[in-house]
């Protein structure tokens, strides 16, 4: 089983920044690609970015040049930098990790609980 927990959400304004960290623990080995996604209020949760252990990435095309992702193996943390964010950032961040990179929710197996991000405009 693989513990994922989320930290860094918060309030804040239009434009503003915002990192979000999340720390794996358990068998870790089991987190090739680590994710994040986004869940706004009302609608599915999407995917954000992912990367895997040797730092390949990709990211959605409503955050590429706004966020970026990356990790540190030795600590199996993933951090998610946001730039420039906007009201449609609001929602929950989740993270998540599994053995293949992908862009579904049914790709990765492990979840966190999700931490809260709002934009105010």
């Known amino acids: 089983q693989v513990h994922l927990v989320e930290s860094g959400g918060g309030l804040v304004e239009a434009g503003g920044s915002l990192r979000l960290s999340c720390v794996a623990s358990?068998?870790?080995?089991?987190?090739?690609?680590m994710a994040w996604f986004h869940q706004a209020p009302g609608k599915e949760r999407i995917f954000v970015s992912d990367?895997?252990?040797?730092?390949?990435?990709q990211y959605a095309d409503s955050v590429k040049g706004r966020f970026t992702i990356s990790r540190d193996n030795a600590k199996n943390t993933v951090d998610l930098q946001m730039n420039n964010l906007n009201p449609e950032d609001t929602g929950v961040y989740y993270c998540?990790?599994?053995?293949?990179?992908?862009?579904?929710?049914?790709?990765?197996?492990?979840w966190g609980q999700g931490t809260q991000v709002t934009v105010s405009s």
């Open positions: 990367i895997d252990r040797s730092g390949t990435n």
């Open positions: 358990g068998r870790t080995s089991r987190t090739n690609v």
């Open positions: 998540a990790a599994g053995d293949l990179p992908g862009t579904w929710e049914h790709d990765y197996n492990y």
